[in-house]
């Protein structure tokens, strides 16, 4: 049976599969082309990232296809619920990125807490020339440590992410809608373990504590964080969104850095992939990354690993 893993695939995923039966095929097929490639090569298992999407009309026109994978945790870019009433699995790997977003998370809250996205910028155009201004301008940092994260979306990244945060002397204070609490577990390198207990609190009990909030939902049609959510949050708060493109509406993120409602926001994700807007793109008070909250080799090994395993428990 053939394996397409149109976004790619790690090597530890392509080995597993092989080991198993499959042969498995790594060529990036254009989306307009997809469906006839899929025809004539007789393909059983389509492996996608967030780059091809699986719509109705792919699922129609392709009867070789068994199993649709998604090397990752959102599915917005799947006909999920169709391609299930056409009899074919659908298959994600939710956990093993979860780290991976949450070390990007705060990767971007400690540089912007420190104004490292824009000194690292700086430097080099003004280090020999102007140190002693860049100094000052870069003075006003802020520590996590004792500083209160709020977590929007307490499913497996958001808990990720409260570990991280729990493991640099922060508080956390979550919302999740179907959650009442969670046990997050502290795992460290010499085997001791410590636990905490979390207990969501409402969206706006997150919104007006939080010094450092981070989304962590599903892509949903109404904005999660709007110009009335703005206005609950603390003046100077930092925001980061790794979660979904239009989870926050990008106008009203700008206006609340232009009043000073918000004082430094990161963006993994936008409302135009590929095409962010240039306003988000030139501005100075938003540190941004090309949508990469999920790649490191770590947890693409895992992902690739878990989509290997899975596609043989059913097709092996």
């Known amino acids: 049976?053939?394996?397409?893993?149109?976004?790619?695939?790690?090597?530890?995923?392509?080995?597993?599969?092989?080991?198993?039966?499959?042969?498995?095929?790594?060529?990036?097929?254009?989306?307009?082309?997809?469906?006839?490639?899929?025809?004539?090569?007789?393909?059983?298992?389509?492996?996608?990232?967030?780059?091809?999407?699986?719509?109705?009309?792919?699922?129609?026109?392709?009867?070789?296809?068994?199993?649709?994978?998604?090397?990752?945790?959102?599915?917005?870019?799947?006909?999920?619920?169709?391609?299930?009433?056409?009899?074919?699995?659908?298959?994600n790997t939710p956990a093993a990125s979860s780290h991976s977003v949450a070390e990007l998370v705060f990767g971007h809250f400690y540089g912007l807490a420190r104004f490292l996205h824009n000194s690292n910028r700086d430097m080099p155009l003004e280090g020999d020339s102007n140190f002693k201004g860049l100094k000052k301008a870069y003075a006003k940092g802020t520590e996590l440590k004792g500083k209160t994260l709020g977590v929007l979306g307490f499913g497996r990244i958001g808990q990720a992410t409260a570990k991280v945060a729990l493991g640099a002397?922060?508080?956390?204070?979550?919302?999740?809608?179907?959650?009442?609490?969670?046990?997050?577990?502290?795992?460290?390198f010499d085997g001791q373990k410590v636990s905490f207990e979390?207990?969501?609190?409402?969206?706006?009990?997150v919104l007006k504590q939080a010094d450092f909030i981070t989304l962590h939902v599903p892509a949903q049609k109404e904005y999660v964080i709007d110009e009335a959510e703005f206005n609950i949050m603390k003046d100077g708060v930092i925001l980061a969104n790794a979660a979904r493109g239009g989870v926050i509406n990008e106008v009203a993120l700008v206006k609340a850095i232009e009043n000073g409602k918000v004082a430094r926001a990161a963006l993994d994700v936008f409302e135009?992939?590929?095409?962010?807007?240039?306003?988000?793109?030139?501005?100075?008070?938003?540190?941004?990354?090309?949508?990469?909250?999920?790649?490191?080799?770590?947890?693409?090994?895992?992902?690739?690993?878990?989509?290997?395993?899975?596609?043989?428990?059913?097709?092996g």
Do not use: W
């Not at 469906?35 to 719509?55: G, M």
């Not at 508080?171 to 577990?185: H, I, R, S, Y």
């Open 169 to 188: 002397g922060m508080k956390v204070v979550a919302f999740d809608p179907f959650l009442e609490k969670a046990n997050l577990e502290l795992s460290f």
């Open 272 to 315: 135009n992939e590929p095409k962010p807007e240039i306003q988000l793109l030139m501005n100075p008070s938003l540190s941004l990354t090309p949508h990469t909250g999920a790649a490191t080799n770590e947890a693409q090994d895992r992902i690739g690993t878990e989509l290997a395993e899975q596609i043989i428990s059913i097709l």
């Open 1 to 91: 049976m053939k394996v397409l893993a149109n976004d790619g695939i790690s090597n530890s995923g392509i080995e597993a599969l092989e080991k198993g039966g499959f042969e498995v095929i790594t060529t990036t097929v254009a989306q307009e082309q997809l469906i006839n490639y899929i025809n004539e090569k007789e393909i059983s298992v389509l492996l996608v990232r967030s780059a091809t999407t699986v719509r109705k009309d792919l699922i129609d026109a392709c009867p070789s296809l068994k199993i649709i994978g998604r090397g990752g945790v959102g599915m917005d870019n799947i006909d999920v619920e169709y391609a299930r009433e056409k009899g074919l699995k659908v298959i």
């Open 198 to 205: 979390i207990e969501t609190v409402s969206k706006e009990e």
